[in-house]
Nanobody, 126 residues
Framework: VQLVESGGGLVQPGGSLRLSCTLS????????MGWFRQTPGKEREGVAL????????YFADSVAGRFTISRDIPQNTFHLQMNSLKPEDTAMYYC????????????????????WGQGTQVTVSS
């Protein structure tokens, strides 16, 4: 199983980035997919999730209305579209896959996700 992120980089405040995560060894429609982010000294934060059916999503309050999550099933890839980026969005972003789903409210246990990518850095700065 392998998850590979791409699309990180440096962007100015107010700008946009799209992160992608390509999977091999497992199928998008059998797993919950998620995007997490982490800064030094802090716990990994779940920011956007999509359930295996594609019908249910979760967004952290800090990104709701600015970030969207989508899937490209034929390409076995999912994306995080990040708009109106703020300096506080600066972090290492990780994609993840797992077979659990809860009624998430404000916190997503990273242990709910079994497979992880290596991370891609997003820096929001002028």
């Amino acid at each position: 199983v392998q998850l590979v992120e791409s699309g990180g980089g440096l962007v100015q405040p107010g700008g946009s980035l799209r992160l992608s995560c390509t999977l091999s060894g497992l199928s998008l429609d059998n797993y919950a997919m998620g995007w997490f982010r982490q800064t030094p000294g802090k716990e990994r934060e779940g920011v956007a999730l999509i359930r295996w059916s594609g019908e249910t999503t979760y967004f952290a309050d800090s990104v709701a209305g600015r970030f969207t999550i989508s899937r490209d099933i034929p390409q076995n890839t999912f994306h995080l579209q990040m708009n109106s980026l703020k300096p506080e969005d600066t972090a290492m972003y990780y994609c993840a896959a797992g077979t659990k789903w809860r009624n998430y409210k404000g916190y997503v246990p990273p242990d709910d996700f079994r497979y992880w990518g290596q991370g891609t850095q997003v820096t929001v700065s002028s």
